[in-house]
């Protein structure tokens, strides 16, 4: 699992990289209420803003972490948001990304580095 | 933060693993463990705890011993019926200005010789000072520095505050009493900010982590935050000092008509003769070019604070703006309220709010959004 600055992981699956939202993000956040998924097909680079998420405090966006084509989507968030509190590492993925330049993976933390950039 | 003010139970919080956040000049519990939706659901299910000795605890005397010469000064400046409240009873108002805006709202509780006052935490002072400035020689204000103020609010809240104190359970809604108690004299009142039965206690500061710590021992009660006090009040329909009221807003457009009440409006005994009266009585008794409402937003995402409505998805002509918005956890859905236009306010209207960019539809909604349970 790589790690950025935005607090998103990037897990690799097959061919494709699914992507979330750190558990220390969702402790900060506080109970998310909403979520909102870019269509699957969208080609995105990095730094789009492709999820827009509302917990209780207030609104963010997660941002691309690399170019590519978005594959996925995970709909169960949108029935229910809590589920990114409960397992933000696990189930509570938000989007697969095609990659177009795997590379752009290459400078990211691993999970020991993240650990420390947090703290 | 080193400037932040602690209340008497800064140190609990602390134990009890809260999220510290700035509030009004205080180092304030934000959430607890159990996090926002979880603390707002516990309070509407069993009771809540919360801490609000950040707010102003004032004393009015009036020095001929006569109450009703404390009652009139102060109607000088809050537009409600004080002389006529009872002994034993407490009344919402507000503090006015000459253009009519209101600058601060407030509890006004009659106690047999004197007034006792509770006023919003970022206000204390400005209040204090107009109070000292604009109240006549005869009364006597006192500032309350040495106690600490707790609320225990939802339908368990009774049954845990009457183990300690057995007579609060006669209480009715607005009720207010001193009582002897193994934390000293408590000064209560049977109200709240949530939309829930419940009670306000003034504990003194030295008292007050015990008579806490005593409550959160029972099964009933969880410590709730800010966080969910600003959900919970707003589901109930109350307001928000500095978002949906301030100095720039009457109280005919933030509906706050009932706090007037008949003997201070035209025609009335008392009628006027606060700051203010000349805009804030016409206005009362005609209607106010912008009204606070109710919203909900269709859909998940809540309109916050900030969006600008719309009569129609393409008109580019705002009717209003939202003052305060979150998600509902007990109506499982968004909420916000708004001021717009008194053309839009009818219950049913349909308008948008830009969300991002996108125009969303939100229904105008009578407010509370959630039944309150107020024991009347």
């Known amino acids: 699992m790589k790690f950025t600055e935005e607090h998103e992981w990037l897990r690799e699956e097959d061919d494709v990289i699914v992507v979330g939202i750190t558990e220390h993000a969702a402790t900060q956040l506080g109970d998310l209420v909403f979520v909102e998924l870019p269509s699957v097909g969208t080609e995105v680079v990095k730094d789009d803003e492709v999820v827009v998420i509302e917990s209780v405090k207030a609104a963010s966006d997660i941002l691309a972490p690399?170019?590519?084509?978005?594959?996925?989507?995970?709909?169960?968030?949108?029935?229910?948001?809590?589920?990114?509190?409960?397992?933000?590492?696990?189930?509570?993925?938000?989007?697969?990304?095609?990659?177009?330049?795997?590379?752009?993976?290459?400078?990211?933390?691993?999970?020991?580095?993240?650990?420390?950039?947090?703290? | 933060m080193p400037d932040l003010l602690k209340t008497p139970l800064h140190g609990l919080h602390l134990k009890l693993g809260a999220r510290m956040v700035p509030f009004a000049g205080y180092d304030m519990p934000v959430q607890y463990p159990l996090g926002v939706m979880k603390e707002h659901l516990h309070c509407r299910a069993r009771a809540g705890l919360f801490d609000v000795s950040h707010m102003g605890q004032i004393l009015i005397h009036p020095k001929s011993g006569d109450l009703r010469d404390a009652a009139l000064s102060l109607e000088?400046?809050?537009?409600?019926?004080?002389?006529?409240?009872?002994?034993?009873?407490?009344?919402?108002?507000?503090?006015?200005?000459?253009?009519?805006?209101?600058?601060?709202?407030?509890?006004?509780?009659?106690?047999?010789?004197?007034?006792?006052?509770?006023?919003?935490?970022?206000?204390?002072?400005?209040?204090?000072?107009?109070?000292?400035a604009h109240l006549p020689d005869s009364c006597t204000i006192t500032p309350v520095t040495d106690r600490a103020l707790l609320a225990l609010q939802g339908p368990d809240a009774e049954a845990v505050l009457a183990r300690i104190v057995p007579d609060v359970a006669t209480m009715r809604f607005m009720d207010v009493a001193v009582i002897d108690s193994p934390f000293g004299p408590l000064w209560v009142s049977r109200s709240g900010?949530?939309?829930e039965d419940g009670y306000e206690i003034s504990v003194a500061d030295d008292q007050a982590e015990a008579f806490a710590s005593a409550l959160l021992a029972e099964d009933a009660v969880e410590a709730i935050g800010l966080g969910a006090r600003d959900s919970l009040r707003l589901e109930a329909g109350l307001c928000l000092?500095?978002?949906?009221?301030?100095?720039?807003?009457?109280?005919?457009?933030?509906?706050?008509?009932?706090?007037?009440?008949?003997?201070?409006?035209?025609?009335?005994?008392?009628?006027?003769?606060?700051?203010?009266?000349?805009?804030?009585?016409?206005?009362?008794?005609?209607?106010?070019?912008?009204?606070?409402?109710?919203?909900?937003?269709e859909g998940r995402a809540p309109m916050r604070p900030g969006t600008v409505l719309y009569a129609s998805p393409d008109s580019d002509t705002p009717i209003g703006t939202v003052t305060s918005g979150a998600f509902g956890p007990s109506i499982e859905g968004p909420m916000s309220m708004a001021y717009v236009a008194t053309d839009h306010i009818s219950p049913g209207t349909l308008i948008f709010?830009?969300?991002?960019?996108?125009?969303?539809?939100?229904?105008?909604?009578?407010m509370p959004f959630r039944p309150a349970t107020y024991k009347r």
């Open chain 1, 66 to 119: 690399i170019d590519g084509e978005i594959v996925e989507v995970n709909e169960a968030l949108v029935e229910n948001p809590g589920l990114v509190n409960e397992d933000a590492q696990g189930d509570a993925w938000f989007f697969k990304i095609k990659p177009s330049d795997p590379s752009q993976m290459d400078d990211m933390m691993d999970e020991a580095a993240y650990k420390k950039f947090v703290d």
């Open chain 2, 76 to 132: 000088t400046l809050v537009p409600a019926d004080i002389a006529g409240l009872s002994a034993g009873r407490q009344r919402y108002g507000l503090f006015t200005n000459p253009e009519g805006g209101i600058e601060d709202d407030l509890m006004i509780a009659n106690r047999g010789d004197h007034l006792f006052l509770v006023v919003n935490a970022a206000c204390k002072a400005a209040d204090l000072a107009h109070l000292q």
């Open chain 2, 353 to 366: 709010g830009d969300v991002r960019g996108k125009r969303l539809p939100a229904t105008v909604t009578k």
């Open chain 2, 193 to 195: 900010y949530t939309g």
């Open chain 2, 241 to 297: 000092y500095g978002s949906d009221l301030d100095t720039a807003t009457t109280p005919a457009e933030a509906d706050l008509g009932w706090a007037v009440q008949k003997v201070r409006r035209s025609g009335g005994a008392r009628e006027g003769g606060f700051p203010g009266a000349d805009r804030i009585l016409p206005e009362l008794a005609s209607s106010p070019a912008r009204t606070r409402i109710g919203l909900r937003p």
